[in-house]
């Protein structure tokens, strides 16, 4: 075989490989309509944060309140609430995949991120909400390292 045939069998297969690892990479992180804001129970979002007899939540994770989460988070969760508009809108209410295996473990598609600005940062920067089917909701400040769950009442 000519070294020129084997130069675009392999540069046909390199394409192949960014095409199949594009179209699973865009599959694991598919997009998700963001949550309509009103839970089915009738209860606002996030006031299901059931907490344990130590005082923690169920989760067993760290809880902080809204109000002491930097102010640009209580301006996302009112977006959430009010179901948009988002100012990332191709990332806002994408399906968060738990990757890092921090939060409780659920089925895919289970939560949904949100950007929480930035100031001063020319990109999405590194904070989140995070929220579950069950109204609950977490706090990532250092892009998913660490996660506090949100009591959105406070």
């Given at each position: 075989m000519g070294s020129s045939r084997r130069i675009t069998l392999a540069l046909v297969g390199l394409v192949v490989l960014v095409l199949a690892g594009w179209f699973t990479?865009?599959?694991l992180t598919g997009d998700a309509p963001p949550p309509s804001g009103s839970s089915s129970s009738g209860?606002?979002?996030g006031s299901s944060s059931e907490t344990a007899d130590s005082g923690q939540p169920s989760?067993?994770?760290p809880e902080r309140a809204l109000s002491d989460l930097p102010a640009e988070a209580a301006d996302t969760w009112q977006l959430i609430e009010q179901g948009g508009p988002f100012p990332y809108p191709r990332d806002d209410g994408k399906v968060f995949g738990n990757r890092e295996g921090l939060l409780?473990?659920?089925?895919?598609?289970?939560?949904?991120e949100?950007?929480?600005?930035?100031?001063?940062?020319d990109d999405r920067g590194a904070r989140r909400l995070v929220t579950g089917e069950a109204d609950e909701v977490?706090?990532?400040?250092?892009h998913y390292e660490s996660f506090v769950q949100v009591d959105v009442t406070r």
């Amino acid at each position: 075989m000519g070294s020129s045939r084997r130069i675009t069998l392999a540069l046909v297969g390199l394409v192949v490989l960014v095409l199949a690892g594009w179209f699973t990479q865009s599959q694991l992180t598919g997009d998700a309509p963001p949550p309509s804001g009103s839970s089915s129970s009738g209860s606002s979002p996030g006031s299901s944060s059931e907490t344990a007899d130590s005082g923690q939540p169920s989760s067993g994770m760290p809880e902080r309140a809204l109000s002491d989460l930097p102010a640009e988070a209580a301006d996302t969760w009112q977006l959430i609430e009010q179901g948009g508009p988002f100012p990332y809108p191709r990332d806002d209410g994408k399906v968060f995949g738990n990757r890092e295996g921090l939060l409780p473990d659920q089925d895919r598609g289970y939560y949904h991120e949100y950007t929480v600005e930035t100031p001063g940062s020319d990109d999405r920067g590194a904070r989140r909400l995070v929220t579950g089917e069950a109204d609950e909701v977490y706090y990532t400040g250092d892009h998913y390292e660490s996660f506090v769950q949100v009591d959105v009442t406070r």
